[in-house]
């Protein structure tokens, strides 16, 4: 469900911007009174990026990675027609530098929809192999409970001798279950960067299930305030290790 709404998010993000770059685009083709052939050109290329985008609504893992890069070339072509207008003094360079810079600040967005969903693939794929952390916990829980209560020994109808074990359900431990899975899913964070070192939160994001990327920066966040990580680099050349 999480993973649907991220999606969606993404998308809609990335229609939003390619549906007002289109809008600029038209705006500033209008102008152009010289050059019917490339002004047909213009907008053309513009409504066409416009129906790309909406296309990544729903699309599958195996044909995201082509359209996106449909999209790019698109507005590459797009970018370098406005510089054959500019340069033909058709449209002015301020308007042209604008609408460029977009462009550009576009496909550094597309990136990160090809990054999150591959992001995404990769924890619903990894969740159906690998055992949930939420499972490890009650796992664990289920050892420690065998050293606290010893087993209950007794003979049945038939002479027979029988174990009794018996359970105590997580949500009985002090501080509560949501406590519990974030303090676990803190130390797995914390183990992880003691074991490599020096890693990225995709290194993270790609060995740990069940957490996004925004949850493990906020963990990554309370470590660091915690003192016990580092971090060094920005954005995505971020990488994290002990102190």
Known sequence: MTENIQKNNDFLNIYTKSHRLAAAVFMVSNIIEQNEGLKTKIKNLSLELVSLSVKLKDINFLDVKKLITDIEKNSLELMSMLDIAC???????????VIKSEFQSFIIELNKFVENFESNKNISVKGVFTESPILNMELSIGNNLEKI????TYTNHNGAYKNEQKS??????????????????????????????????????SNITGCSE????????????ERKIKKTGERRWSKYSVL
């Open 87 to 97: 340069a033909s003094d058709l449209v002015s360079k301020m308007n042209t530098g």
């Open 149 to 152: 209560n010893p087993v209950n």
């Open 214 to 225: 925004k949850t493990i920066q906020r963990e990554l966040i309370s470590l660091i305030e």
């Open 168 to 205: 105590v359900p997580i949500n009985s431990f002090k501080n509560g279950n949501g406590h519990k899975r974030k303090d676990l899913r803190k130390n797995t964070i914390l183990d992880f960067i003691k074991g490599h070192n020096n890693v990225s939160i995709k290194d993270i994001a």
